[in-house]
C-alpha cells in the first residue's frame, strides 16, 4: 500500500476571475506594500526580488504576508480549492498550506503575484486507471474487510505528488 501526499499550488494574480481569487490578491497586495515598505525604507528598492536581494531579513516578508491570506483559507473548511473528483465535485482535503510571494512591486499592482501551496492530508493510492488515480482518505489504520470510499482524481497542472511512503 502506498501513502500518499498531494500538493496543490494555486497561483493567483491581477488576472484572477474567481471572487475568492480576488479577495485574497487585493488583500495580500496590500500587506505587501505596507510590510515591504518597512524593509525599503529610505532605499531605492520597490521589488519583491530587490528586497531579498539586497535587503537583510528580506524573506522574512513572506511570513508577515501569510496572516493577511489565513483568514481566506480557513473559509475553504479544509478543502483544496479547484481540484474535482472525476464526478466534478471538490473533494481533496488539506491540513496546512504554505504562502510563496512570487513576485511584487510596493508600485506596480500589476506585478504582484503569489501562490498557495496547499498539502494535503495522507491518501492511499489504490491504482491508476488511464489518467485517473484512484485514493481514499488515508485514517491511519486500514483493514481489508471495509468498505472505503474512493475518488478518481485526474493528474492536472500544480497538482503534484509531494511524497510517498511504502506501507506494508
Given amino acids: 500500500m502506498r501513502i500518499i501526499t498531494l500538493s496543490?499550488?494555486?497561483?493567483?494574480?491581477?488576472?484572477?476571475?474567481?471572487q475568492w481569487d480576488k479577495f485574497v490578491f487585493e488583500d495580500s497586495?496590500?500587506?505587501f506594500k505596507?510590510?515591504?515598505q518597512n524593509f525599503s525604507a529610505?532605499?531605492?528598492?520597490?521589488?519583491?526580488?530587490?528586497?531579498?536581494?539586497?535587503?537583510?531579513?528580506?524573506?522574512?516578508?513572506?511570513?508577515l504576508i501569510t496572516p493577511a491570506v489565513s483568514g481566506y483559507v480557513q473559509q475553504l473548511?479544509?478543502?483544496v480549492p479547484d481540484v474535482l473528483n472525476n464526478s466534478g465535485r471538490r473533494f481533496l482535503k488539506f491540513n496546512r498550506?504554505?504562502?510563496?510571494?512570487?513576485?511584487?512591486?510596493i508600485h506596480l499592482k500589476e506585478r504582484h503575484q503569489i501562490a498557495i501551496n496547499f498539502f494535503t492530508v495522507p491518501q492511499i493510492w489504490h491504482d491508476t486507471i488511464g489518467d485517473?488515480?484512484?485514493v481514499s482518505e488515508f485514517a491511519g489504520t486500514y483493514q481489508s474487510e471495509d468498505e472505503i470510499y474512493t475518488y478518481l482524481l485526474r493528474m492536472q497542472p500544480y497538482l503534484n505528488i509531494h511524497s510517498v511512503k511504502d506501507v506494508s
Avoid: C, H, W
Fill in 8 to 18: 496543490y499550488r494555486k497561483i493567483i494574480d491581477i488576472s484572477a476571475d474567481k
Fill in 29 to 31: 497586495y496590500m500587506e
Fill in 34 to 36: 505596507m510590510q515591504a
Fill in 42 to 63: 529610505g532605499t531605492a528598492f520597490t521589488s519583491y526580488g530587490e528586497i531579498l536581494r539586497n535587503v537583510p531579513d528580506g524573506q522574512r516578508l513572506t511570513g
Fill in 77 to 79: 473548511n479544509g478543502v
Fill in 97 to 105: 498550506f504554505q504562502l510563496e510571494i512570487i513576485n511584487s512591486d
Fill in 132 to 134: 485517473l488515480m484512484l
